[in-house]
């Protein structure tokens, strides 16, 4: 599963995107891994950008696997909606919502652009960026005791 791949690329570089969440992607074309990508340190290219960099053109009317629903805002960096509607994918898969207000909204704007898109929510996903999920929702810091 290409979600899995996406997951296990966080889970080897966990918070490297402080104070973002760290995001995995992965591009497949006809049954292949055409571009893979985790979020690069704060400021950089977002996991989504470096997956379809890595894929170039193989990137047109293939499926991106990713571990967070695609920002839909400008930040430090463009929208991924953007760069993903640009590079001709044909359809998303996201393992989780985003959860900060700023940036939700990924993959309604997918759809209204065409591209299909669906959420296969996973723990897994939602459980990589705790503390940031913590802190977009409620405000408040992820303490376990």
């Known amino acids: 599963m290409s979600l899995d791949r996406a ?6 570089a966990p918070g490297v995107a402080y104070p973002n ?3 995995g992607a ?3 074309r006809d049954g292949e891994v055409v571009g893979e990508g985790v979020t690069e340190p704060y400021g950089g290219r977002h996991g ?7 894929a170039g053109s193989r990137a047109r009317g293939a499926t991106l696997f990713v571990t967070m629903e695609p920002c839909n805002h400008h930040g ?3 929208p991924c909606v953007d760069a ?3 590079a001709g994918i044909a359809r ?22 065409g591209i299909e898109s669906s959420l296969d929510d996973r723990f897994e996903a939602r459980r990589q960026n705790e503390a940031w999920r913590t802190w977009k929702r409620d405000r408040r810091p992820f303490v376990v005791l």
Do not use: F, S
């Open 21 to 23: 969440p760290t995001v």
């Open 48 to 54: 989504e950008v470096v997956a379809l960099d890595a």
């Open 7 to 12: 997951l296990a690329l966080v889970d080897a």
């Open 84 to 86: 993903i509607a640009a």
């Open 26 to 28: 992965v591009v497949v």
């Open 76 to 78: 430090k960096t463009p």
């Open 92 to 113: 998303v898969v996201a393992g989780c919502l985003d959860p900060n207000p700023e940036a939700t909204g990924g993959l309604d704007r997918l759809r209204a652009l």
